[in-house]
């Protein structure tokens, strides 16, 4: 569909027409001829002279021309655009983010893979993961890994095959091999400060206690209903492990109360797995399809037919003129008058 982004600008349409009645003609003086027996001829005519000026007269098809290329360049002002098919993208309106413990525990083997081999339980976190951001098309996700201390890993971002690579290298003990989960809470509520979408979601795995927290998780939680945010907690290995890498279920499942969200116990990778189905069901994907038209500037086209009119009217101007007998060949063909003898 073809539109005008300054369609006002055909008001100016008549200007031309408003020089030309307003403004003085082009005055352009020559020399004339002057004859000694001026007087003999204006009696022999019979015309009075009096003073004044000839208006060439303008031919028709020039003026058919300069009135084509007026409009044409009006129209390429009013910058016509070609409205092209409206075309259909999903914006996200959700940001998942995934606090993954990376602390020493993690690297007890009483997993079992899809192959039936034993695997510690980063291992099987990272593919159940794995497997759960392939399904998330249409959400932000980011990642956040927590030991000692916590590290944005991935910022906020839809490229989730980004988010799986980066998940694919992490190690037990590259953030130390304590557990800061709520410090790590903390830092995930800082990164959804520039968030502008409304549905916000943390989950976070781990497999010990909070031992090395600035930010004890009850108050980090308190802090995340604050902003709006739901934490779904998953505790990953055997709930009877004593020491310093036992399971905390009561502070999980306080944070997840807090926020509105879940508490969970993996013991094993199909019991991850069917807590992250869980939860993707729980966190259904949310989109807002946004439908935009591209403009397309097609100004250059009546430029273009412009330019083709001027150059093609001229071209038939200088045909005609070469075909039309100048004088002397009228004279010699006879078509010019003879000249007469007076006294």
Same mark, same amino acid.
């Given at each position: 569909?073809?539109?005008?982004?300054?369609?006002?600008?055909?008001?100016?349409?008549?200007?031309?027409?408003?020089?030309?009645?307003?403004?003085?003609?082009?005055?352009?003086?020559? !020399?004339?001829?002057?004859?000694?027996?001026?007087?003999?001829?204006?009696?022999?005519?019979?015309?009075?002279?009096?003073?004044?000026?000839?208006?060439?007269?303008?031919?028709?098809?020039?003026?058919?021309?300069?009135? +084509?290329?007026?409009?044409?360049?009006?129209?390429?002002?009013?910058?016509?655009?070609?409205?092209?098919?409206?075309?259909?993208?999903?914006?996200?309106?959700?940001?998942?983010?995934?606090?993954?413990?990376?602390?020493?525990?993690?690297?007890?083997?009483?997993?079992?893979?899809?192959?039936?081999?034993?695997?510690?339980?980063?291992?099987?976190?990272?593919?159940?993961?794995?497997?759960?951001?392939?399904?998330?098309?249409?959400?932000?996700?980011?990642?956040?890994?927590?030991?000692? !201390?916590?590290?944005?890993?991935?910022?906020?971002?839809?490229?989730?095959?980004?988010?799986?690579?980066?998940?694919?290298?992490?190690?037990?003990?590259?953030?130390?091999?304590?557990?800061?989960?709520? $410090?790590?809470?903390?830092?995930?509520?800082?990164?959804?400060?520039?968030?502008?979408?409304?549905?916000?979601?943390?989950?976070?795995?781990?497999?010990?206690?909070?031992?090395?927290?600035?930010?004890?998780?009850?108050?980090?939680?308190?802090?995340?209903?604050?902003?709006?945010?739901?934490?779904?907690?998953?505790?990953?290995? $055997?709930?009877?492990?004593?020491?310093?890498?036992?399971?905390?279920?009561?502070?999980?499942?306080?944070?997840?109360?807090?926020?509105?969200?879940?508490?969970?116990?993996?013991? $094993?990778? $199909?019991?991850? +797995?069917?807590?992250?189905?869980?939860?993707?069901?729980?966190?259904?994907?949310?989109?807002?399809?946004?439908?935009?038209?591209?403009?397309?500037?097609?100004?250059?086209?009546?430029?273009?037919?412009?330019?083709?009119?001027?150059?093609?009217?001229?071209?038939?101007?200088?045909?005609?003129?070469?075909?039309?007998?100048?004088?002397?060949?009228?004279?010699?063909?006879?078509?010019?008058?003879?000249?007469?003898?007076?006294?």
């Amino acid at each position: 569909m073809l539109t005008f982004s300054y369609p006002w600008l055909v008001l100016i349409a008549p200007l031309p027409l408003l020089a030309w009645w307003l403004l003085p003609a082009h005055v352009t003086s020559r !020399a004339g001829l002057r004859v000694p027996f001026f007087a003999r001829l204006v009696a022999l005519t019979g015309r009075q002279p009096r003073a004044g000026g000839l208006v060439a007269p303008r031919s028709l098809p020039r003026l058919a021309t300069l009135v +084509a290329c007026w409009l044409l360049v009006l129209v390429a002002l009013m910058r016509p655009q070609w409205i092209e098919a409206p075309l259909h993208r999903d914006r996200p309106t959700r940001d998942l983010l995934l606090l993954v413990d990376l602390s020493g525990s993690m690297d007890t083997k009483d997993f079992t893979d899809a192959s039936g081999r034993t695997v510690d339980r980063l291992t099987a976190v990272k593919s159940v993961l794995d497997d759960f951001l392939s399904r998330r098309r249409g959400d932000r996700a980011g990642i956040v890994v927590f030991g000692d !201390a916590p590290f944005a890993l991935v910022p906020f971002t839809t490229d989730l095959d980004l988010c799986r690579a980066m998940l694919r290298d992490t190690l037990v003990g590259m953030a130390g091999p304590r557990t800061a989960l709520g $410090d790590a809470i903390g830092l995930g509520i800082g990164l959804f400060d520039r968030s502008t979408v409304k549905a916000r979601t943390i989950i976070a795995l781990t497999d010990g206690n909070d031992t090395a927290s600035q930010l004890p998780p009850a108050e980090a939680a308190s802090i995340a209903k604050d902003k709006g945010i739901v934490i779904h907690t998953v505790a990953v290995g $055997d709930p009877s492990t004593v020491g310093e890498d036992k399971l905390d279920e009561t502070a999980l499942k306080d944070v997840a109360a807090a926020t509105g969200g879940g508490s969970f116990r993996a013991l $094993d990778r $199909d019991g991850l +797995a069917r807590i992250y189905d869980r939860l993707d069901a729980i966190e259904t994907r949310r989109i807002d399809t946004v439908t935009f038209r591209p403009r397309r500037d097609v100004y250059w086209v009546p430029l273009a037919a412009a330019l083709f009119v001027s150059l093609l009217a001229q071209a038939v101007h200088l045909l005609l003129r070469g075909r039309s007998p100048s004088p002397e060949a009228r004279s010699e063909t006879g078509l010019a008058p003879k000249p007469g003898i007076s006294s």
